[in-house]
């Protein structure tokens, strides 16, 4: 706890500087309530102004807890009743410290502390007062980002100092509406004593390989071939979107293969080559099925040869429907021994698993793991957080994106990427990470020009991500 109250003094220092202005503190009745109290002692002993809400008895805390909040006292903090919340109404708070509970908490928050939780974030909002949790946002839950229980009572912090080690569910999910900036403090501890993790962040940080500069002797094929399977009646446009983010990604061949009636050619990208998917070869290049597929008969006949096929595939949206709705088609994917990514959205997930959607969201993490060893595939679980799953049960969590991205055919957009860069070589695991982040990147991307998170178009996202790649390349290319 003593560690844990200097990081978070320390933090908070770095947040305010030197002005002594009023902070509340919430310390709750376990160990976080002690962190809580030592950050109110830190804070105090350098001139800052600490009142703490006590929503604990204190004698019933743990020697090391109430060692903390006696050594809050002696410093001059002090101490509020929950039972007074005009004390917490009147100052103008420069910070609010959440240390209500931590990552122990399995059940939702109730009575007088589920009131002072709802008044925190109104005042929050009200008064532009920011939120730092400790180690995580009270009521969130730590492993899968759900707010515990059915009123979504929790703490909306601005900023999450979490201690010793990151937590997944600060990163997904509600993680991703709760938890703010998140910063790990990790106590002095040494690295030598963490376990190896399964799960990490997905960012250009933690990836293990780069994107590699091109060849001046190279051609188009060179970087492969993408035939994107799709496009049927009234779905035109899904098809296209995957293929011309193939070709903004770099393949060095794109073909549509339409459901039915092909269109002659794509007006604005004539370099998409469009053909009727009937007359598709499967045997070269990688296919990327499901943009706009549809359901009919023809779809399925088409899918059935698809996965009979030894090419590396991208499977999303009408496919996985497909595919959820016929065992046949499941054992022919389960059985599957060339690369394939699939890139369901909660939904689809949801029908491949034969659950609901509120099941897969309530442990986003898990969900991937289970569709990644059933089908023996990369999974990309699209979502606030995307979990990208292996069958080993390796996970990564992006770190990319916004709310942008919660517009049609912003998936098509990530299947043809994704298409892109099997083509170009990237292992199935690697094109995953790869394709994650950097279609997230582009909606950032937009998001800092002023376009969006609302309003923006699917259609937008293949200029972006040909610059996020580049941008990767060049960076590569700076360091050797």
Partial sequence: MQKAGEAA????????????APILVVAGPGNNGGDACETAANLSSHGYDVSILLCANSEKYSPDALFCFEHAVANGARVISPKDFQAILEPHWHLIIDGLFG???????????????????????????????LDIPSGLDADTGVVLGEH???????????????????HTADGKDYAGKVTVADLDIPEYLYPIS????????????SVPDRKQNSHKGSYGEVVIIGGANGMTG??????????????GKVFIGFIHSAITYDSSYPEIMCRNAKDIQYATGVIVAGPGMG?????????????????????????????ASDVALQIKLSNRTTATILTPHPLEAARLLGVTAKEIQSNRLSTANQLSAKFNAVVILKGAGSIIGLPDGSLRINTSGNPGLATGGTGDVLAGLC?????QGFDCFHAAQL??????????????????????????????????????????????
């Fill in 238 to 251: 899904a098809g296209i979107l995957a293929a011309r983010s193939a070709l903004f990604s770099g393949a």
């Fill in 435 to 480: 394709a994650t982040w950097v279609h997230g990147n582009a909606a950032d991307i937009l998001v800092s020009k002023g376009v969006g998170p609302l309003g923006i178009c699917a259609s937008e996202l293949p200029v972006e991500i040909r610059a996020g790649l580049n941008s990767l390349v060049n960076s590569h290319r700076n360091q050797v």
């Fill in 152 to 170: 979504n009572i929790a703490i909306r912090a601005n900023y999450t100092l979490t201690f010793i080690g990151n937590k997944p569910g600060l």
């Fill in 9 to 20: 003094a320390n933090f908070v220092m770095s947040l305010l500087g030197q002005v002594c």
């Fill in 295 to 323: 359901i009919c008969q023809t779809a399925k006949d088409i899918l059935h040869s698809i996965l009979d096929s030894n090419a590396p595939l991208v499977l999303d949206a009408d496919a996985l429907n497909l595919i």
């Fill in 419 to 423: 298409g892109a860069l099997l083509a």
């Fill in 103 to 133: 990552i122990g908490l399995t059940r939702e928050i109730t009575g007088v502390c589920a009131d002072i939780v709802a008044k925190l974030n109104s005042i929050s909002s009200e008064k532009n007062i920011p939120i730092l949790a």
């Fill in 198 to 209: 399964t799960c990490l962040l997905n960012c250009p940080e933690s990836f293990e390989f």
